[in-house]
């Protein structure tokens, strides 16, 4: 693919005025951010990374540039382009008319506050043409809550990554009820051409689906261990060891269907015992207290709650996740 011919992709990471994470503390074109932009050139397209501070794209180009040529040693770099070819893709921008001008699509990645969001996309609202998307990596802002009200809402949708986005295919693309059913399909046709996985929602939700399933889990998990069932520690490898074994090729549906004679084989057999144990569910912890103690100690006696032990847990983690996507690539192809 000619990087060309592809068209341009625009990554927002912080609008003008908004000042509230330090430097220091936050990198503001951060690891969605610059996962996107990743992903992006390794599908061929031109993008342009936008920040208010140039001192933030040049880390950011940095840091990307050095994730690519690793990337590319080891073998798991995406795309057809070699990593210099795609570092040539990228660049930066401080001007956020200049950022989206030829852009056919942009990926807004600014911190998890709606007033910010709304504000950028009200910026955007102003000075798009008719033809681009405008799309949020938000993880918990409902579309009517970001979009209501823009002359350009039929182009605007949600688009919502897991971190880490590079490593993680899964995107949940959730529309407001006036998006355009195109602009759907335009997003849609978009992420698998990058080679990501992106899910349709028919209507918006609290928390959409993959969270919503995420907090359920998470939910118990803590029930579980604050109620003396089962250690922190005991509780992550049922996970790890168990459910996330099955589920990292098929998901708790199908599993149903392929753990008896098919779906209505299943719920015939367990339908009662899966009611009966569901109702002795307790209500939504409070994530605080005396449990979260309990569960912050075992965790940090694992892995330290500092910089250093974090990230090297975090690396160790990518490192675990890009086996596993080699493995599902090779499963695919065979």
């Given at each position: 693919?000619?990087?060309?011919?592809?068209?341009?992709?625009?990554?927002?990471?912080?609008?003008?005025?908004?000042?509230s994470?330090?430097?220091?503390q936050q990198?503001?074109?951060g690891?969605?951010?610059?996962?996107?932009?990743?992903?992006?050139?390794?599908?061929?397209?031109?993008?342009?990374?936008?920040?208010?501070?140039?001192?933030?794209?040049?880390?950011?180009?940095?840091?990307?540039s050095?994730?690519?040529?690793?990337?590319?040693?080891?073998?798991?770099?995406?795309?057809?382009?070699?990593?210099?070819?795609?570092?040539?893709?990228?660049?930066?921008?401080?001007?956020?008319?200049?950022?989206?001008?030829?852009?056919?699509?942009?990926?807004?990645?600014?911190?998890?506050?709606?007033?910010?969001?709304?504000?950028?996309?009200?910026?955007?609202?102003?000075?798009?043409?008719?033809?681009?998307?405008?799309?949020?990596?938000?993880?918990?802002?409902l579309?009517?809550?970001?979009?209501?009200?823009?002359?350009?809402?039929?182009?605007?949708?949600v688009?919502?990554?897991?971190?880490?986005?590079?490593?993680?295919p899964l995107?949940?693309?959730?529309?407001?009820?006036?998006?355009?059913?195109?602009?759907?399909?335009?997003?849609?046709?978009?992420?698998?051409?990058?080679?990501?996985?992106?899910?349709?929602?028919?209507?918006?939700?609290?928390?959409?689906?993959l969270?919503?399933?995420?907090?359920?889990?998470?939910?118990?998990?803590?029930?579980?261990?604050?109620?003396?069932?089962?250690?922190?520690?005991d509780?992550?490898?049922?996970?790890?060891?168990?459910?996330?074994?099955?589920?990292?090729?098929?998901?708790?549906?199908?599993?149903?269907?392929?753990?008896?004679?098919?779906?209505?084989?299943?719920?015939?057999?367990?339908?009662?015992?899966?009611?009966?144990?569901l109702?002795?569910?307790?209500?939504?912890?409070?994530?605080?207290?005396?449990?979260?103690?309990?569960?912050?100690?075992?965790m940090?006696?694992?892995?330290?709650?500092?910089?250093?032990?974090?990230?090297?847990?975090?690396?160790?983690?990518?490192?675990?996740?890009?086996?596993?996507?080699?493995?599902?690539?090779?499963?695919?192809?065979?």
């Amino acid at each position: 693919m000619e990087p060309t011919q592809a068209g341009q992709v625009v990554v927002i990471g912080r609008e003008r005025g908004e000042n509230s994470f330090a430097p220091a503390q936050q990198h503001l074109i951060g690891l969605i951010g610059r996962s996107w932009a990743m992903v992006f050139a390794g599908g061929g397209f031109r993008v342009k990374l936008y920040d208010v501070v140039q001192q933030q794209i040049t880390t950011a180009l940095e840091y990307i540039s050095k994730e690519m040529k690793e990337l590319e040693k080891s073998g798991m770099l995406k795309g057809t382009l070699s990593a210099e070819k795609q570092l040539s893709l990228i660049s930066g921008c401080t001007d956020l008319k200049t950022a989206v001008e030829g852009a056919m699509f942009i990926q807004e990645c600014t911190p998890e506050k709606l007033e910010l969001k709304k504000k950028i996309f009200g910026q955007l609202d102003l000075i798009v043409n008719n033809d681009v998307i405008l799309s949020s990596s938000t993880s918990t802002l409902l579309p009517t809550k970001l979009f209501t009200g823009l002359k350009h809402v039929k182009q605007c949708i949600v688009a919502h990554p897991v971190n880490p986005p590079y490593y993680v295919p899964l995107v949940e693309l959730v529309p407001h009820p006036e998006t355009e059913p195109s602009t759907v399909d335009k997003t849609h046709a978009l992420m698998k051409k990058i080679g990501q996985s992106p899910v349709r929602l028919i209507k918006e939700i609290d928390g959409f689906v993959l969270n919503r399933l995420q907090y359920a889990v998470i939910s118990e998990a803590w029930r579980l261990v604050g109620e003396g069932v089962v250690s922190p520690a005991d509780l992550d490898l049922v996970m790890s060891d168990g459910l996330g074994m099955r589920y990292a090729f098929i998901g708790p549906l199908e599993t149903m269907h392929l753990n008896a004679e098919g779906m209505t084989n299943y719920c015939e057999r367990y339908r009662e015992g899966m009611i009966h144990v569901l109702n002795t569910f307790g209500p939504v912890p409070d994530f605080s207290g005396e449990i979260e103690q309990q569960i912050s100690q075992a965790m940090s006696e694992k892995t330290p709650a500092d910089p250093e032990h974090l990230n090297a847990r975090r690396a160790g983690r990518d490192e675990c996740l890009m086996g596993l996507a080699k493995l599902k690539e090779q499963m695919k192809s065979n």
